[in-house]
């Protein structure tokens, strides 16, 4: 910091007068009290000489400053009395406004001059050597972060004004200073663009994405792709993404997705006598010390509101967090915690990465998380953690986001963290509490009777609501019939003051007052897994009708043990029950019910899941096709409910996915192995639409290790066969192999045609893809004589037009289109609009192959159009390559350049590295046709070794065809 009095350099006569002034100059002219100089300064150690210490210091600043009147102090502290123009920071932030309000009346030429101005008052970081205080440390922070936005929008602003030559230098310089900031790196390439500078525009790109592959292991973000793209295309007026021309030059998320997620529960609507506690939480999470992330951790004993507390002040907070609110419950407090890589699995779908391009490892999903929340401002809401271990790997990088988490443990061992354990409410808010509950009027006219209860609920907030929720469930009780229960059951509430034993009282109480059926439910809801449930789930716990099941059900909700969780996307309630509850409820059911109850119970869980998944499957592949299914008994009540659960299968599938996994779990330990592998097999239809290969790891993997201990060959087949097809979707086609190879043996051991089938149907697809055509036609042949005496109708279908496919490939067009043709038929009878397009797909594909452009557009159209309709993403990409490869044969070359380009996009987008090098193979042939060389080689080049890397030698091979003729400068066809 440089102080100038009189036009001359002027020093003060010690560091902390420096801190002094510097800490004025923060507050801008306003006031600052004394209490808040004094924390800054020496925190607590000068307490309670503080303040005559500060009186000293301020005298000695205004005997330097030459004017006492520079430093002003009213009844609530002190202020710096000085114009905008005395102050660099105050001149700055002046001239940094004005420069905005230019920009917003498009006058870019002013906004360049302020902003310059503006930049020329910089002369190095910020109090530097006085951020040892944190306050300064924080403000330095700021100006820094508002530096490089200032300079963000200069430099766009003199991109706009045709300015590119002149600034180049500049962005190298800001570019070598750090590689990673692909914003500035993006702006880099678009100015070497516009001053015709395409090649050294290309190789800063290079440069940028080796420098993140190095260092962080991920790929550029879509704005240097798009860019380079439009580079590669030799577009004239390649521009930035708006939305990035205005914030700061540091790095930006690999994606982002179109709306800011609010993973939020809602608020408690009667939460009560937290009002300090929330306002500490939120001046926590609203600050911002530099270079590392705002952690707050709420700590307490089970059952005092830590989440109630958590969720209220994050949603006070959301404004200041615009980029998103992230929500997991890590199931902290149960037996089997949520894996860190689970819940960073579902913040990157929620952050917008497709399911298929969620890493597989821990370590790269914390990278890919931290890079997706990097220069962003993101609230994360870490519910019931167990440890430090289990929240390292979900926090985000650097300043601007902040980590709300709770716990049952203090988590002192996590660095940074600022702490608040959370104690009991006091009497009074505990009266408020109850009444807010009951609305009972005696509750507030008998002040005595009222406290009493509050005093044996030991005024902890769980107890409280356990007791409202009787009295608002029998209104015919009297608070003191309440009153006198509480003192009978003086063992329970003497444990209300001895740690975790208390919970278990005040549930205990309302246990007690529960019907017999309402009691058994309870219990039973102790055996769930998931963090909310439908409520047909009570129908089988309690091996009932539904709607009997359900009355039970919302008895336990108007006594506040099971909470209205709200709506699924099909219009189904769900439901909830805290963890604590949940945890009574589960020792009452070890204590109360016999274990063969307790099976059965779980068995009808598990076995209703099955009967509504197997349910589910039927609807969308028109009967039991390409799965197997064991004989372990389904739990069913009738048509009418299946009905109105599936009538959007699909939908019906998503929604239960953490009830499936957590199903086939629960066989797995109950040691129902062919439930558990049934179950397994039967949501891949679920896991390989959506793209949940995490999922169907995990629970084939699950019922693999189940089969095995019960000696279950068949099911020990079909989970191998479902391993090796997971890994073909992934293509990790040697991975495959061991895994069909021992399914294969399996299923012939069992004698099991129907999954030697399936297994030899897919085994012929590696021989195919690795170039044995000869091989995979003996294979798939094979595989149709048994599916057709199985009668796997979509299977058989799926075959025809593989071996159509091979036939295509090898020059065989009416042998090919014999088999398409049947094939389309067999999906058309089985209303199957998804395998219908897969074979459209492969016409379209015969007609290219002879030369039949019209025809191939037409088929490509209706592989669109269908995958549209069924949210087939993957199909659609398909869809678009077929359309845009049939109009390059057409010599349409713009209208093929543009669905290629939408096909490129979304192949890259969803992570596919197969249909990423098809789109690039068919972009490289588009650019030979245009005449351009260089831009086909690169294409060209970058498809081969795409191919290659996925072991995929035919494509590479037909990759380096394509190359090897633009290099001899032979005339352009396409094939």
């Given at each position: 910091?440089?102080?100038?009095?009189?036009?001359?350099?002027?020093?003060l006569?010690?560091r902390?007068?420096?801190?002094?002034?510097?800490?004025l100059v923060c507050?801008?002219?306003?006031?600052?009290?004394a209490?808040?100089?004094i924390?800054?300064?020496w925190g607590?150690?000068?307490?309670?000489?503080?303040?005559?210490?500060?009186?000293?210091?301020?005298?000695?600043?205004r005997?330097?400053?030459?004017?006492?009147?520079?430093?002003?102090?009213?009844?609530?502290g002190?202020?710096?009395?000085?114009?905008?123009?005395?102050?660099d920071?105050?001149?700055?932030?002046?001239?940094?406004?004005?420069?905005?309000?230019?920009l917003?009346?498009?006058?870019?030429?002013?906004a360049?001059?302020?902003?310059?101005?503006a930049?020329?008052?910089?002369h190095?970081?910020?109090?530097?050597?006085?951020?040892?205080?944190a306050?300064?440390?924080?403000?330095?922070?700021?100006?820094?972060?508002?530096?490089r936005?200032?300079?963000t929008?200069?430099?766009?602003?003199?991109?706009a004004?045709?300015?590119?030559?002149?600034?180049?230098?500049?962005?190298?310089?800001?570019v070598?200073?750090?590689?990673?900031?692909?914003?500035?790196?993006?702006?880099?390439?678009?100015?070497?663009?516009?001053?015709?500078?395409?090649?050294?525009a290309?190789?800063?790109?290079?440069r940028?994405r080796?420098?993140?592959?190095?260092?962080?292991?991920?790929?550029?973000?879509?704005?240097?792709?798009?860019l380079?793209?439009?580079?590669?295309?030799?577009?004239?007026?390649?521009?930035?993404?708006?939305?990035?021309?205005?914030r700061?030059?540091e790095?930006?998320?690999?994606?982002?997705?179109?709306?800011?997620?609010?993973?939020?529960?809602?608020?408690?609507g009667?939460?009560?006598?937290?009002?300090?506690?929330?306002?500490?939480?939120?001046e926590?999470?609203?600050?911002?010390?530099?270079?590392?992330?705002?952690?707050?951790?709420v700590?307490?004993m089970?059952?005092?509101?830590?989440?109630?507390?958590?969720?209220?002040?994050?949603?006070?907070?959301?404004?200041?967090f615009?980029?998103?609110?992230?929500?997991v419950?890590?199931?902290g407090a149960?037996?089997?915690?949520?894996?860190?890589?689970q819940?960073?699995g579902?913040?990157?779908?929620?952050?917008?990465?497709?399911?298929?391009?969620?890493?597989?490892?821990?370590?790269?999903r914390?990278?890919?998380f931290?890079?997706?929340?990097s220069?962003r401002?993101?609230l994360?809401?870490?519910?019931?953690?167990?440890?430090?271990?289990?929240?390292?790997?979900?926090l985000?990088?650097?300043?601007?986001?902040?980590?709300?988490?709770?716990?049952?443990?203090?988590?002192?061992?996590?660095?940074?963290?600022?702490?608040?354990?959370?104690?009991?409410?006091?009497?009074?808010?505990?009266?408020?509490?109850?009444?807010?509950?009951?609305?009972?009027?005696?509750?507030?006219?008998?002040?005595?009777?009222?406290?009493?209860?509050?005093e044996?609920?030991?005024?902890?907030?769980?107890?409280?609501?356990?007791?409202?929720?009787r009295l608002?469930?029998?209104?015919?009780?009297?608070?003191d019939?309440?009153?006198s229960?509480?003192?009978?059951?003086?063992?329970?509430?003497?444990?209300?003051?001895?740690?975790?034993?208390?919970?278990?009282?005040?549930?205990?109480?309302?246990?007690?007052?529960?019907?017999e059926?309402?009691?058994?439910?309870?219990?039973?809801?102790?055996?769930?897994?998931?963090?909310d449930?439908?409520?047909?789930?009570?129908?089988?716990?309690?091996?009932?009708?539904?709607?009997?099941?359900?009355e039970?059900?919302?008895?336990?909700?108007?006594?506040?043990?099971?909470?209205?969780?709200?709506m699924?996307?099909l219009?189904?309630?769900?439901?909830?029950?805290?963890?604590?509850v949940?945890?009574?409820?589960?020792?009452?059911?070890?204590?109360?019910?016999?274990?063969a109850?307790?099976?059965a119970?779980?068995?009808?869980?598990?076995?209703?899941y099955?009967?509504?998944?197997?349910?589910?499957?039927?609807?969308q592949?028109?009967g039991?096709?390409?799965?197997?299914?064991g004989?372990?008994?389904?739990?069913?009540?009738?048509?009418?409910?299946?009905?109105?659960?599936?009538?959007?299968?699909?939908?019906?599938?998503?929604?239960?996915?953490?009830?499936?996994?957590?199903?086939?779990?629960?066989?797995?330990?109950?040691?129902?192995?062919?439930?558990?592998?049934?179950?397994?097999?039967?949501?891949?239809?679920?896991?390989?639409?959506?793209?949940?290969?995490?999922?169907?790891?995990?629970?084939?993997q699950?019922?693999?290790?189940?089969a095995?201990?019960?000696?279950?060959?068949?099911?020990e087949?079909?989970?191998r066969?479902?391993?090796?097809?997971?890994e073909?979707?992934?293509?990790?086609y040697?991975a495959?192999?061991?895994?069909?190879?021992?399914?294969?043996?399996?299923?012939e051991?069992?004698?099991?045609?129907?999954?030697?089938?399936?297994t030899?149907?897919?085994?012929?697809?590696?021989?195919?893809?690795?170039?044995?055509?000869g091989t995979?036609?003996?294979g798939?042949?094979?595989?149709?004589?048994?599916?057709?005496?199985?009668?796997?109708?979509?299977?058989?279908?799926?075959?025809?037009g593989?071996?159509a496919?091979?036939h295509?490939?090898?020059?065989?067009?009416?042998a090919?289109?014999?088999?398409?043709?049947t094939?389309?038929d067999v999906?058309?009878?089985?209303?199957?609009?998804r395998?219908g397009?897969q074979?459209?797909?492969?016409?379209?594909?015969?007609?290219l192959?002879?030369?039949?452009?019209?025809?191939?557009?037409?088929?490509?159209?209706?592989?669109?159009?269908?995958?549209?309709?069924?949210?087939?993403?993957?199909?659609?990409?398909?869809?678009?390559?077929?359309?845009?490869?049939?109009?390059?044969?057409?010599?349409?070359?713009?209208?093929?350049?543009?669905?290629?380009e939408?096909?490129?996009?979304?192949?890259?987008?969803l992570?596919?590295?197969?249909?990423?090098?098809?789109?690039?193979?068919?972009?490289?042939?588009?650019?030979?046709?245009?005449?351009?060389?260089?831009l086909?080689?690169?294409?060209l080049d970058t498809?081969?070794?795409?191919?290659?890397e996925?072991?995929?030698?035919?494509?590479h091979?037909?990759?380096?065809?394509?190359?090897?003729?633009?290099?001899?400068?032979?005339?352009f066809?396409?094939?």
């Amino acid at each position: 910091m440089t102080l100038i009095i009189g036009g001359s350099p002027a020093h003060l006569s010690s560091r902390r007068q420096e801190q002094l002034l510097a800490l004025l100059v923060c507050a801008q002219g306003r006031v600052v009290s004394a209490e808040t100089l004094i924390d800054a300064m020496w925190g607590e150690r000068l307490e309670p000489r503080g303040g005559k210490n500060l009186q000293v210091l301020v005298h000695r600043l205004r005997k330097n400053l030459d004017d006492p009147g520079r430093i002003r102090y009213d009844r609530s502290g002190y202020a710096l009395a000085a114009g905008p123009e005395e102050v660099d920071a105050w001149q700055f932030a002046d001239l940094a406004e004005r420069a905005r309000n230019a920009l917003d009346s498009a006058d870019l030429e002013t906004a360049v001059a302020l902003q310059r101005e503006a930049l020329a008052l910089w002369h190095g970081r910020a109090f530097a050597g006085l951020d040892d205080v944190a306050a300064l440390a924080e403000a330095a922070e700021r100006l820094e972060q508002e530096r490089r936005r200032v300079l963000t929008e200069r430099i766009d602003a003199d991109l706009a004004l045709g300015g590119h030559a002149e600034i180049i230098p500049e962005l190298i310089s800001l570019v070598a200073e750090d590689p990673l900031a692909e914003s500035m790196g993006a702006r880099l390439m678009l100015a070497l663009h516009r001053a015709g500078r395409r090649t050294e525009a290309l190789d800063a790109y290079r440069r940028i994405r080796t420098a993140l592959a190095e260092e962080l292991g991920l790929e550029p973000g879509p704005q240097l792709r798009s860019l380079e793209q439009a580079v590669l295309r030799g577009d004239a007026h390649p521009a930035l993404d708006s939305r990035t021309r205005a914030r700061p030059a540091e790095d930006k998320p690999a994606t982002a997705p179109p709306d800011p997620p609010c993973m939020l529960p809602p608020r408690v609507g009667d939460l009560t006598g937290r009002d300090g506690e929330i306002g500490r939480i939120v001046e926590v999470l609203r600050s911002r010390p530099p270079g590392t992330p705002v952690i707050c951790a709420v700590s307490g004993m089970p059952g005092v509101g830590k989440t109630a507390l958590a969720v209220q002040a994050a949603h006070d907070v959301r404004d200041d967090f615009p980029d998103g609110q992230l929500y997991v419950n890590l199931r902290g407090a149960g037996s089997e915690p949520v894996g860190a890589s689970q819940a960073l699995g579902r913040f990157l779908r929620a952050l917008g990465t497709p399911g298929t391009a969620v890493p597989d490892g821990l370590d790269e999903r914390a990278e890919a998380f931290r890079a997706r929340l990097s220069g962003r401002r993101v609230l994360v809401l870490l519910d019931d953690a167990a440890d430090e271990a289990q929240v390292e790997p979900l926090l985000p990088p650097g300043d601007g986001c902040a980590v709300l988490i709770t716990s049952r443990a203090a988590l002192t061992a996590l660095p940074g963290a600022r702490r608040l354990v959370l104690q009991v409410l006091g009497p009074s808010a505990s009266v408020e509490l109850l009444d807010a509950i009951t609305g009972r009027a005696e509750l507030t006219t008998d002040a005595a009777t009222a406290a009493r209860l509050a005093e044996l609920c030991g005024w902890l907030p769980l107890a409280l609501r356990i007791a409202g929720a009787r009295l608002a469930a029998r209104p015919h009780w009297t608070v003191d019939r309440l009153i006198s229960r509480l003192e009978a059951e003086r063992d329970r509430l003497d444990e209300l003051t001895h740690g975790t034993l208390s919970v278990r009282a005040s549930l205990a109480l309302g246990y007690s007052g529960l019907a017999e059926r309402s009691q058994v439910l309870f219990r039973r809801l102790g055996l769930l897994e998931i963090p909310d449930f439908p409520g047909w789930v009570a129908a089988a716990l309690l091996d009932d009708e539904p709607r009997d099941a359900e009355e039970v059900l919302e008895g336990l909700v108007e006594a506040r043990l099971v909470e209205y969780a709200g709506m699924d996307d099909l219009g189904e309630p769900r439901y909830r029950t805290h963890d604590l509850v949940r945890l009574h409820a589960r020792e009452r059911g070890e204590s109360d019910d016999p274990p063969a109850a307790t099976a059965a119970a779980l068995a009808r869980l598990t076995g209703a899941y099955l009967s509504l998944a197997e349910q589910a499957h039927r609807r969308q592949y028109g009967g039991d096709y390409t799965v197997l299914h064991g004989g372990a008994p389904r739990w069913d009540r009738g048509e009418s409910t299946a009905a109105r659960l599936l009538t959007d299968p699909g939908g019906w599938l998503r929604s239960e996915r953490l009830g499936l996994v957590a199903a086939v779990e629960q066989a797995a330990r109950l040691g129902l192995s062919e439930t558990c592998w049934d179950l397994a097999m039967t949501a891949i239809t679920l896991f390989e639409a959506q793209g949940l290969f995490d999922d169907w790891r995990h629970t084939s993997q699950v019922a693999l290790d189940t089969a095995r201990r019960a000696g279950d060959a068949r099911g020990e087949a079909a989970m191998r066969y479902s391993l090796g097809t997971l890994e073909l979707f992934r293509q990790h086609y040697t991975a495959a192999r061991p895994h069909l190879d021992a399914a294969l043996t399996l299923f012939e051991a069992v004698n099991d045609h129907h999954g030697q089938a399936l297994t030899l149907r897919n085994a012929a697809l590696i021989e195919r893809v690795e170039g044995r055509a000869g091989t995979a036609l003996r294979g798939y042949r094979q595989a149709l004589r048994m599916l057709r005496e199985a009668g796997d109708r979509h299977a058989e279908a799926h075959v025809l037009g593989s071996i159509a496919q091979i036939h295509i490939e090898q020059s065989r067009p009416d042998a090919a289109a014999r088999l398409l043709e049947t094939a389309l038929d067999v999906y058309r009878d089985l209303s199957n609009t998804r395998g219908g397009a897969q074979i459209l797909n492969r016409l379209g594909a015969l007609h290219l192959s002879q030369g039949a452009p019209g025809q191939a557009e037409n088929a490509f159209q209706q592989v669109l159009t269908a995958s549209q309709a069924v949210g087939d993403l993957i199909g659609e990409t398909y869809g678009l390559l077929g359309i845009g490869e049939a109009l390059l044969l057409a010599r349409d070359l713009d209208g093929a350049a543009e669905r290629l380009e939408r096909a490129l996009a979304t192949a890259t987008e969803l992570g596919e590295p197969f249909l990423t090098a098809r789109a690039q193979l068919a972009g490289g042939r588009l650019a030979a046709a245009r005449g351009d060389p260089d831009l086909a080689r690169t294409l060209l080049d970058t498809a081969a070794g795409a191919f290659a890397e996925i072991g995929l030698p035919v494509w590479h091979e037909r990759a380096r065809a394509e190359l090897r003729a633009v290099e001899g400068a032979r005339p352009f066809l396409p094939s």
